[in-house]
T-cell receptor, first 109, second 113 residues
Framework: SQQGEEDPQALSIQEGENATMNCSYK?????LQWYRQNSGRGLVHLIL?????REKHSGRLRVTLDTSKKSSSLLITASRAADTASYFC?????????FGTGTRLLVSP | EAQVTQNPRYLITVTGKKLTVTCSQN?????MSWYRQDPGLGLRQIYY???????DKGDVPEGYKVSRKEKRNFPLILESPSPNQTSLYFC????????????FGQGTRLTVV
């Protein structure tokens, strides 16, 4: 399978803490993307990092990419209860977008 | 408003009864795809289309058909649904695949009994 894997599968933190999720993948990529899904609803795009980039920021999100290790991490700083969701990484290689299995994040007030 | 619209949102059907899940996007995107989401398995691609009349199999195409007669529409057809096709289905579109984000519909929860 070409699927990536997120780690951890589940993460529970308090509001204000930082949350870090990791993604490992198996194939070459054009880019890697992170998506958020709220409880069975559609996925929402968060951030895209190209294969020649190492780090990218967007608001409270920080993404890193290490193509030599085929891994990426998503850091959410100063988390809020509204960040509670599942987070998926997705690797893009030409016509294929392959999703990982996701990390469930619970942020408690 | 830019969006991907799927219908129906919920569907319960019986084994063997043909059904179609519709997907429409209003962003003039060339690339469209269908995914199914199952617990513990994440999202798996069923079929994708790179433009009108151009479709190809994804990772789990068995038991599904698609068509792309117009740029905006990409229906998913289950000719003879079976219980193992009970799942949450998502349609997505994007301008292309190189360095672009995908826009997802709200999902169709299908139960086959």
């Amino acid at each position: 399978s070409q699927q990536g894997e997120e780690d951890p599968q589940a993460l529970s933190i308090q509001e204000g803490e930082n949350a870090t999720m990791n993604c490992s993948y198996k194939t070459s990529i054009n880019n890697l993307q992170w998506y958020r899904q709220n409880s069975g609803r559609g996925l929402v795009h968060l951030i895209l990092i190209r294969s020649n980039e190492r780090e990218k920021h967007s608001g409270r999100l920080r993404v890193t990419l290490d193509t030599s290790k085929k891994s990426s991490s998503l850091l959410i700083t100063a988390s809020r209860a509204a960040d509670t969701a599942s987070y998926f990484c997705a690797t893009s290689w030409f016509q294929k977008l392959v999703f990982g299995t996701g990390t469930r994040l619970l942020v408690s007030p | 408003e830019a969006q991907v619209t799927q219908n129906p949102r919920y569907l319960i059907t019986v084994t063997g009864k043909k059904l179609t899940v519709t997907c429409s996007q209003n962003m003039n995107h060339e690339y469209m795809s269908w995914y199914r989401q199952d617990p513990g398995l994440g999202l798996r691609q069923i079929y994708y289309s790179m433009n009108v009349e151009v479709t190809d199999k994804g990772d789990v195409p068995e038991g599904y058909k698609v068509s792309r007669k117009e740029k905006r529409n990409f229906p998913l057809i289950l000719e003879s649904p079976s219980p193992n096709q009970t799942s949450l289905y998502f349609c997505a579109s994007s301008p292309g695949l190189m360095n672009t984000e995908a826009f997802f519909g709200q999902g169709t929860r299908l139960t086959v009994v």
